[in-house]
């Protein structure tokens, strides 16, 4: 059963294979030089390796204008390459995700290009089209400021296309069985190359309803459940990772009520709270978040993260709250993306601060769920504000002070590394952070270390504790009779906290931090008194080692 439910303790490292490792001195990242590169992945503690795109592209949209399903981009390698990559990964024990992009192809697609050339090819109706422009072809646009419109003429074809993003690239009609019994042999090949799962992009525009006359997509949660039981059958524990920002009243329709559908979600709730939790030390609106996103299916799982290779999506959070996490994080216009997010990685957002930015990743590696992280993100990388909209945050990997921070010994590499300033590669690298035990890198290592020795976070059951402060957020989890405590001071100040752990079994008065020698032991009025420094995190274990061992001796 744990087997099958790998992804519950799982610790997920997103990266760009063309902006990670270049082998062959070409300047653009490749899967060989990935694979030099994951005995350092294997020592971070990850488990789990997800692949943004690396199929054959255009590359206007960053690979998510796919042209071949079927393949490796051959600036990445082959797919022998790929095939090595996987058996690498395994042989340490890791796993691989890859992004799953089926709600629409590259218009340089063989499928779209004979869809537009001839109306009688059965890849005609692949695609959603239009005699007349829609009334509504202004409407629901995903990229405002930059993306006019949902509908574009096609000179050769005499109609109007749908597209949800970019007019480069047409959605597929995914409700088209063809199309649909498409889409699980693109799986099938690749979990037939090892991959043990997928990030599937943009789910509420893949399973909703499509066409000139809708208004108001209706999902199809039914294709969900078909997805699942494709990657059951084939494989057994293959999953499905979505990126669904939908609101909590709707997750239940997303996993399904007995968990037939999907197996995770990133929980976009409960990371826009969070940021503007850190913003304004205001912990209710975070509270509200977990409590709305509590109720899951046993074998389904959150995935929780801080950045991602997207901007930071603001939109679920009223406009005051939006408005304070813009001028803590992204007060400039051109730090700002869209009318609704923040283009920024994390550590130049909260000013290098190292307790703060010590205290975010604390909080994302104790929220409920599986923790996912940035390549990068373990050294603090920053972001590139003179690139173009979300270019800015998919700088290449700083490996060394070496030219070009180690990333590729080619004079004029494909994708510029961040170089001068606080966050240029001379300053920020793995070489450096790796030989100073009090780096931003080794602190990382440790805690995803601890994490993975608490799989209560994981598997358990969480409480919020009724705190004496409410910028302090304390959670316990429950699992097999074991329980945790994790504390956070979302305060510039330090503090005084007092809370009950709201476990009252035989010697479980006591809490035994995991993280220091600082453990806290109930006081009469049977509240637990701790004193935290500003922005100061707490790992604590209830009822202490020596207890815990004499109960499994029982």
């Keep these: 059963m744990l087997n099958d439910l790998w992804y519950k303790n799982a610790i997920v490292y997103c990266l760009s294979v063309g902006t990670f490792m270049d082998s062959n001195g070409d300047g653009v990242g490749d899967f060989q030089g990935l694979v030099r590169r994951l005995p350092y992945l294997q020592g971070l503690g990850v488990t789990t390796i997800w692949l943004m795109p690396f199929q054959p592209s255009p590359g206007r949209d960053n690979g998510y204008d796919i042209s071949d399903y079927y393949n490796v981009d051959s600036k990445y390698g082959t797919l022998g390459d790929f095939a090595e990559f996987t058996h690498a990964c395994h042989e340490r024990g890791m796993r691989v995700m890859v992004d799953l992009v089926i709600n629409h192809t590259s218009d340089q697609h063989p499928w779209f290009r004979e869809a537009r050339s001839d109306p009688a090819s059965k890849y005609h109706d692949w695609y959603v089209w239009a005699d007349r422009q829609p009334p509504h072809a202004r409407d629901g646009v995903v990229f405002p400021g930059v993306q006019k419109s949902t509908w574009t003429f096609d000179k050769q074809a005499k109609r109007w296309f ?21 889409l699980l042999k693109i799986m099938g090949f690749w979990l037939q190359l090892g991959v043990s799962g997928f990030r599937m992009d943009a789910v509420p525009f893949v399973i909703g ?23 059951q059958w084939r494989t057994g524990d293959a999953i499905i990772l979505a990126e669904a920002n939908v609101l909590p009243d709707t997750d239940l329709d997303y996993f399904g009520d007995e968990g037939e559908r999907l197996q995770m979600m990133f929980n976009f709730q409960v990371n826009q709270n969070t940021f503007y939790t850190l913003a304004t030390g205001d912990t209710g609106p975070l509270k509200k978040a977990l409590t709305a996103t509590k109720a899951r299916p046993a074998t389904a799982q959150w995935g929780v993260f801080l950045r991602n290779h997207d901007e930071l999506d603001l939109g679920r959070l009223a406009p005051e709250q939006r408005a304070a996490v813009f001028a803590a994080f992204g007060p400039d216009p051109d730090m700002q993306l869209y009318g609704r997010g923040i283009r920024r990685r994390l550590a130049p957002m909260l000013s290098g601060d190292r307790r703060r930015v010590e205290l975010a990743y604390s909080l994302m590696l104790t929220l409920p769920g599986t923790p996912v992280f940035r390549y990068g993100d373990e050294i603090g990388m920053g972001e590139d504000l003179s690139l173009p909209e979300r270019e800015c945050a998919r700088t290449p990997m ?26 240029g590669f001379e300053r920020v690298n793995v070489a450096s952070q790796r030989r100073d035990p009090n780096s931003f890198l080794n602190w990382t290592e440790r805690m995803i270390r601890m994490r993975r020795e608490v799989p209560e976070i994981s598997w358990g059951d969480f409480a919020i504790l009724r705190a004496s402060r409410n910028d302090v957020l304390a959670l316990r989890y429950d699992w097999r009779n074991n329980s945790v405590v994790c504390v956070h001071n979302f305060a510039a100040e330090a503090c005084t906290v007092k809370f009950r752990s709201g476990c009252n079994g ?17 006081g009469d009025d049977g509240r637990h008194t701790v004193v935290l420094e500003p922005y100061g995190y707490r790992w604590y274990r209830v009822g202490g080692l020596d207890y815990l061992l004499k109960r499994s001796e029982l």
Excluded: C
């Excluded at 949800?164 to 995914?174: C, E, I, S």
């Excluded at 060394?400 to 994708?415: I, L, V, Y």
């Design 506 to 522: 035989p010697g479980e008065n006591r809490l035994v931090n995991l993280l220091s020698d600082d453990h806290s032991e109930e």
């Design 398 to 423: 700083q490996w060394s002070t070496e030219p070009h921070g180690g990333f590729t010994k080619h004079p004029n590499p494909s994708s510029r590394v961040i170089s001068g300033g606080a966050y």
């Design 209 to 231: 309803t499509k066409g000139a006359k809708v208004r108001q997509p209706v999902e199809q949660y039914d294709m969900l459940r078909s997805f699942r039981e494709f990657l």
């Design 162 to 182: 749908f597209h949800r993003f970019y007019d480069f690239q047409p959605d597929l009609n995914t409700a088209n069985p063809q199309v649909h019994a498409e």
